[in-house]
């Protein structure tokens, strides 16, 4: 049996978007049959908005310390792991970012200030992968291929249209790899994105060797 992964997903306890506390999020998640679920919180300038002043080195230890709260809900049967959804300023896109350590969100300055070009190469330079998250939606735009490592081809999120079928016909165009997720911000919203794997994933070095072989089927409602 197929074993699920949650690759796009908020909490309020960081995303201001989202109305589903840490706790709320896992039970929904357990309920579904998931084993994994990666927490995707926004990193934007509203998510700072209440620290606005402070220095960067501040607003990234309030960041890592609520980001991690959720782990305390893990358990042998439930993995928890931490990506984030990254918007640069000045533009409307959104990229779900996964293998970052806390060391690299501290250690590289104001991300958010940086540009896709910019962030592209210092990611893959720290072994990073980037996906453009719903990149069919209203206000979105399609960037340079050899910047991503791919894109979010199934948005579930119900509030939304993210023109899915568009990110599909795009990403087999160009050869880009699919992945999916739940968009899921609210206490009963549909877990229904992700990936299933033959394996369960309980690592970040096991999700990144999933995601980089693509060793995996798109979960799709």
């Not at 984030?84 to 970052?100: K, P």
């Not at 399609?142 to 081809?153: F, H, N």
């Not at 919203?189 to 798109?218: Q, W």
Request: aromatic share 12%; with cysteine; glycine share 6%.
């Amino acid at each position: 049996m197929p074993y699920k992964t949650e690759l796009h997903m908020h909490t309020n306890d960081v995303s201001i978007c989202a109305r589903v506390t840490p706790q709320e999020a896992v039970e929904d998640y357990k309920a579904a049959g998931y084993r994994t679920i990666v927490v995707t919180n926004h990193m934007n300038r509203p998510t700072f908005q209440h620290m606005k002043d402070a220095s960067w080195e501040e607003q990234m230890n309030w960041y890592i310390q609520k980001r991690k709260e959720i782990l305390q809900y893990a358990s042998p049967d439930f993995t928890i792991l931490l990506g984030f959804e990254l918007r640069f300023d000045g533009s409307e896109n959104d990229y779900l970012v996964y293998g970052a350590s806390d060391e690299f969100l501290m250690s590289h300055g104001d991300l958010m200030s940086m540009n896709l070009e910019s962030f592209s190469a210092l990611a893959h330079q720290n072994h990073l992968l980037i996906y453009q998250a719903h990149p069919f939606r209203y206000h979105m735009s399609m960037v340079k291929e050899s910047l991503i490592d791919g894109l979010e081809a199934y948005n579930g999120n119900e509030r939304h249209d993210s023109h899915n079928f568009l990110s599909v016909s795009w990403a087999s165009y160009a050869h880009l790899a699919m992945i999916s997720g739940s968009d899921y911000h609210r206490k009963g919203d549909p877990c229904n994105g992700g990936i299933a794997t033959d394996l369960p994933i309980t690592t970040e070095d096991e999700l990144m060797a999933y995601l980089m072989t693509r060793n995996y089927t798109l979960l799709r409602g």
